[in-house]
């Protein structure tokens, strides 16, 4: 008999343990997870930047060399991954003994943080552009993209090195017309981004995330009024 009334007790109190723990849960998932701001520390929503590096192309010549290429920008993030770029790009490409002109571009690329809220993270980016050689002799449409990693030093201060490729609808860049494809060539380089912007923005989330927490605190109090 003894027996039976502590098997009865421990399952009452194996179902009370089990409803306790439901409420919690349910209780903890009407909590909203604060939200992530450590990009607006790090970072921001706008960025200049500034690149060097070096250029080299794939033609229809042998032997192309690297050249010196240099890059200003501007970048736009209209959300904490993801961010529109424009940049306007200076670069020579070469062939030894053979061809060196100079070269501008100016591309319009998206661009994707895969860790915003960290000081390191790689990106990608792709987009479209333009290019020109000096005095704008010859010009043609492109399309790019690339990948590159940033490490923000201190905030708002990022350094990044990146690598491009980019597509050029003409197959007389470097001047000689031959070959089944268009030219192509790649830029590699080392820079840094200088973030502003972003305050209001980090504000105006955490009053959101302030008032529905206020909002759930009273919703709460009221339904065990009720009770």
């Known amino acids: 008999m003894i027996a039976?009334?502590?098997?009865?007790?421990?399952?009452?109190?194996?179902?009370?343990?089990?409803?306790?723990?439901?409420?919690?849960?349910?209780?903890?998932?009407?909590?909203?997870?604060?939200?992530?701001?450590?990009?607006?520390?790090?970072?921001?929503?706008?960025?200049?930047?500034?690149a060097l590096g070096t250029s080299v192309i794939n033609g229809d010549y042998e032997d192309p060399m690297f050249e010196i290429y240099s890059h200003i920008g501007y970048k736009r993030h209209i959300a904490s991954q993801l961010a529109i770029d424009f940049g306007f790009h200076k670069f020579n490409l070469a062939y030894i003994d053979v061809y060196n002109e100079g070269f501008m571009s100016f591309d319009l690329n998206l661009e994707f943080l895969f860790l915003p809220h960290d000081p390191f993270t790689p990106f990608i980016f792709a987009g479209a552009g333009y290019n020109a050689s000096n005095h704008f002799k010859e010009t043609a449409p492109k399309v790019q993209g690339g990948i590159g990693l940033e490490y923000v030093v201190s905030p708002k201060i990022a350094l990044k090195t990146y690598f491009d490729y980019n597509y050029v609808s003409s197959d007389i860049l470097d001047g000689l017309e031959a070959g089944a494809s268009d030219d192509t060539y790649i830029r590699i380089a080392f820079g840094a981004n200088f973030y502003f912007g972003g305050g209001q923005k980090k504000a105006r989330i955490l009053k959101d995330y302030s008032t529905e927490i206020e909002e759930n605190s009273i919703t709460d109090d009221n339904n065990r009024a009720k009770k």
């Not at 098997?7 to 997870?33: D, G, H, M």
């Open 4 to 50: 039976k009334q502590m098997q009865f007790l421990l399952r009452i109190a194996v179902i009370c343990l089990t409803l306790f723990n439901s409420y919690s849960q349910e209780q903890e998932s009407e909590i909203p997870k604060p939200p992530k701001t450590k990009f607006y520390e790090l970072r921001g929503t706008n960025a200049f930047d500034v």
